[in-house]
């Protein structure tokens, strides 16, 4: 990819200065899913405290009854098919900047954990989980309001990782996970992805991936597209940002051995990149949770 190429759309998810990027909400009115089918921008955990309403999230639909709690990813197209008057849930929202950030101090990122997502939307029923998804909720919004400035988006996004780490450990340890029958496009961007994590290198750009899955450069565009609303492109740009910030956490390592890991060519052309995609340096970035 030239270094000279914007994405097509910003799926890094950069937020407008002084948006607001974490919510606890009870209204369905802010809830970022309504009945028009559309990508989903944002990160949603919540669960639903009485009625029911029913999510269908690309092909597959879920009912969320009572005592269920359910998570939904940003780039997940999803739409509400049917909601009972008397439906009450509590739910967090986080920007997609929040949500990435969150994930890259966790692990290295697999593609088959959205895959695995997409069909594990939603909890078995337990009555204990109103209880304490309240009292988790009730934890992350009096450290949001009550942790010191420069303190407060790495506090709440510490309490994130331990929910996306619940979720993440249920997929690794579910054996039927990796015999999942998926579609053939699922299974062609599946592969997109593995590609992507395991090959990645600024110069190896949306051509080069499609010729090895058999498909010209557009026809890889649009399926990935019609999957998650961003092109080839952009998930290309976004996985090097992903990795760039998971080992920018590792404090032993310094910005040119980052840039030898990520293959690019020196570490000012990865600085370059990065505050080109994230609007601020790599240095600066580190500085957000090294205190």
Avoid at 89 to 108: C, E, H, K, Y
Avoid at 149 to 162: D, G, I, K, P, S
Avoid at 189 to 210: G, L, N, Q, W
């Amino acid at each position: 990819m030239s270094m000279d190429e914007e994405p097509l759309t910003d799926l890094t998810g950069q937020e407008a200065p002084g948006k607001e990027e974490f919510h606890i909400c009870t209204e369905l009115s802010d809830f970022p899913v309504s009945d028009c089918p559309a990508f989903l921008r944002e990160g949603v955990g919540g669960v639903c405290i009485s009625g029911h309403i029913t999510i269908q999230v690309l092909d597959n639909k879920f009912r969320i009854a009572p005592n269920m709690v359910f998570t939904l990813l940003p780039w997940q197209l999803a739409f509400i098919k049917e909601v009972s008057e008397d439906f009450r849930m509590t739910f967090f929202r986080i920007s997609q900047t929040m949500f990435i950030d969150t994930l890259s101090g966790l692990w290295r990122l697999r593609p088959g954990f959205f895959f695995y997502m997409s069909r594990h939307l939603v909890s078995g029923s337990d009555e204990g989980y109103i209880r304490r998804f309240l009292s988790y909720c009730d934890l992350m919004e009096y450290w949001n309001k009550h942790s010191p400035a420069n303190c407060r988006r790495e506090t709440v996004m510490q309490f994130l990782r331990l929910y996306y780490w619940i979720l993440y450990a249920a997929y690794i340890n579910d054996p039927m996970a990796e015999v999942t029958r998926y579609t053939h496009k699922e299974e062609l961007a599946f592969r997109f992805m593995h590609y992507i994590i395991e090959e990645h290198s600024p110069d190896k750009d949306v051509t080069y991936y499609a010729r090895k899955l058999g498909l010209s450069a557009k026809s890889l565009t649009n399926l990935i597209r019609s999957i998650s609303g961003q092109s080839a492109r952009d998930w290309i740009v976004f996985y090097t940002i992903f990795e760039i910030k998971t080992l920018l956490r590792d404090s032993s390592l310094d910005i040119k051995a980052i840039a030898a890991r990520t293959h690019f060519p020196d570490h000012a052309t990865l600085s370059r990149y990065f505050r080109r995609y994230t609007g601020m340096t790599p240095t600066k970035y580190r500085e957000s949770f090294f205190f």
